[in-house]
């Protein structure tokens, strides 16, 4: 658990060590523009392959690291809470674009 701790705060480390550089920095308007207009553009598709690939990923990593450990310590009920958890995520995804709301 140690371990998983210390990585956590290796990756979190970057937007810290981004937000101090950023407040000593002072950019001009033309360069701040440029940077958050990096992603302008880019194709819906793209964007969805992208979406699409991390997804993917995040249930390789649950499906061959934490369900069977969850199952393991929480037997069927963590199944179901897993499932209901999926549902109500995708049911957010699709209110959100849905016209509905």
Same mark, same amino acid.
């Given at each position: ?18 937000? !101090? /550089? ?12 440029? /940077? ?40 069927? !009920? ?24």
């Amino acid at each position: 658990m140690l371990n998983a701790i210390v990585w956590g705060f290796v990756a979190a480390s970057s937007l810290v060590i981004g937000g !101090l /550089i950023a407040s000593w920095m002072t950019i001009s308007q033309r360069t701040l523009g440029l /940077i958050l207009a990096f992603g302008a553009g880019v194709p819906e598709t793209w964007i969805s392959f992208v979406q699409t690939f991390a997804a993917g990923a995040i249930l390789t990593m649950l499906a061959n690291s934490m369900i069977p450990e969850a199952y393991q310590y929480g037997g069927k !009920l963590a199944g179901l809470l897993l499932v209901l958890g999926f549902a109500v995520a995708v049911s957010v995804v699709v209110l959100e674009h849905s016209s509905v709301v």
